[in-house]
Every structure is written in structure tokens, then in C-alpha cells.
């Protein structure tokens, strides 16, 4: 046998540092899976002023540790928003934003019942985003992309919690969070415009396709969908 052109070495073994896994998945640092005793896995890989491979570092809301690098070589893989969203529970860290192409948001009270809101109104938001050219921030940049079914019709119970929602999708929007640009999921079109992960009603007087009320659950989840994107109720000014 003979070794690889430029490759060290023939055969590769399992390291015992590879198994010392701690008992308490607290002691892992979930990015690198090195042990949070042990230098980063990213060590030789990343380098940055100022932090040392074996540096750990531990998030102010929920708590949970990662080696310092190891946080600076996620931020570098992301939007680099300035924000930071821990691996392990989610939580977000400064203010989420997203690659949503530019457009408008209009939004009106209709003076008809949603089906399971009988003593209300109801809100219509508008979304409309034309097709364009993809920046550095898109998967295709310099590239053609679609957006099929603009505007697009979505609604909303106009009460408390229903404003409250639409508060937050203005937030969202504003934000850039609402769509993105990738594949989708019903048509298999890549390069064109998606929702992005914050469910909308776009049926109005039915719920045939399964996007239309009645749906006594939507407002709740879209308040979950909308602050796992870090746009939660906290963020609304009093």
C-alpha cells in the first residue's frame, strides 16, 4: 500500500481524548463536542486576538458554557447580525435579524368575522416583495431570484391578542425575519422567496387547507414562533 500524495500517514485511531466524555452533558461544549476542561476544537483552526483555546465562557440568561473560541467561530459562520443564539436552549443574545429581500407590509382592519371569532373584526396584512437579484447575505449571490404568490393575504382576529400578534410581526418585519430566500417546501423551486419559520393565515373564510381558522391554537404558537426568533412580548413597549 501507498500513502496519499500529501497526506500524513496511512490510518487514523480513535483518541482517548475523543471518549472522555463527561458524565454530565454540562461538561461537553456542545459546538466542538471537546470537553469544556479541554482546549476547543477549534483550536489551530480559528484563531482571535486576545482568546486562548481553553478559554470558557458562560451565557448571561440561561447559563449554559462553551469555550470562548468556539462562540466566536459561530458567530462567524452566521449572519454576523450581532446577535447570538445558544446552541443548547435557543435563547437569543442582542437583536435577531434575517436575509428577508426588501418589500412592503400593509395592514388594515376588514369589517368581517374570522370563523371562531364571531365579536371580532379582523385584520388583513399585506405582504408584497417583488422578484430580484440576490445579495451576499443569499445562498446564490448575483443570482435571479423568484417570488411567487405576491402579495399574499394573511389575517388575524382584531382583539387584544391579535394585535399584540401583529405588533410583534411588525417587528419581525422590520427585523427581516418573515421570509427568506431559499427552497421551497411545497413546489421544490430553489432561489425564490419562503416563509421563514412564523406561521401565517392566509385562508380566510375556511380552514380547508389547514392555513385558515377555526385554529384556537394560532395565536399562542405564533407568539412561541415569533420569540423563538428573539421578537417576544418583552420587546413590546408598554
Keep these: 500500500m501507498k500513502p496519499v500524495p500529501g497526506i500524513n500517514g496511512m490510518r487514523r485511531k480513535t483518541k ?51 469555550h470562548l473560541l468556539c462562540l466566536v467561530a459561530m458567530y462567524n459562520n452566521g ?32 369589517p368581517h368575522c374570522l370563523p371562531g371569532y364571531p365579536d371580532s373584526k379582523s385584520i388583513r396584512i399585506v405582504y408584497d416583495i417583488p422578484a430580484g437579484i440576490q445579495t451576499n447575505e443569499h445562498p446564490n449571490p448575483g443570482k435571479k431570484f423568484s417570488a411567487r404568490g405576491f402579495p399574499r393575504h394573511c389575517y388575524l382576529p382584531d382583539n387584544e391578542k391579535g394585535r399584540k400578534v401583529l405588533k410583534l410581526l411588525i417587528m419581525a418585519w422590520d427585523r427581516r425575519l418573515i421570509f427568506t430566500i431559499g427552497t421551497s417546501s411545497t413546489t421544490g423551486e430553489s432561489d425564490t422567496v419562503v416563509w421563514n419559520e412564523i406561521h401565517h393565515k392566509t385562508e380566510f373564510g375556511s380552514n380547508l387547507t389547514g392555513h385558515g381558522y377555526p385554529d384556537p391554537n394560532y395565536l399562542d404558537n405564533v407568539l412561541t414562533e415569533l420569540s423563538a426568533q428573539g421578537v417576544g412580548e418583552d420587546n413590546l413597549k408598554d
Excluded: W
Excluded at 23 to 40: A, F, G, Q, Y
Design 79 to 110: 449572519n454576523k447580525d450581532g446577535s447570538l443564539q445558544c446552541p443548547t436552549c435557543k435563547t437569543i443574545y442582542g437583536e435577531k435579524t434575517g436575509t428577508q429581500p426588501p418589500g412592503k407590509m400593509e395592514y388594515h382592519v376588514i
Design 16 to 66: 482517548k481524548k475523543h471518549l472522555r466524555r463527561g458524565k454530565n452533558p454540562e461538561d461537553d461544549c456542545t459546538i466542538c463536542m471537546e470537553r469544556l476542561v479541554m482546549s476547543s476544537g477549534y483550536e489551530g483552526v480559528l484563531q482571535h486576538k486576545g482568546i486562548k483555546p481553553e478559554l470558557v465562557g458562560k451565557l448571561g440568561k440561561c447559563g449554559h458554557m462553551y
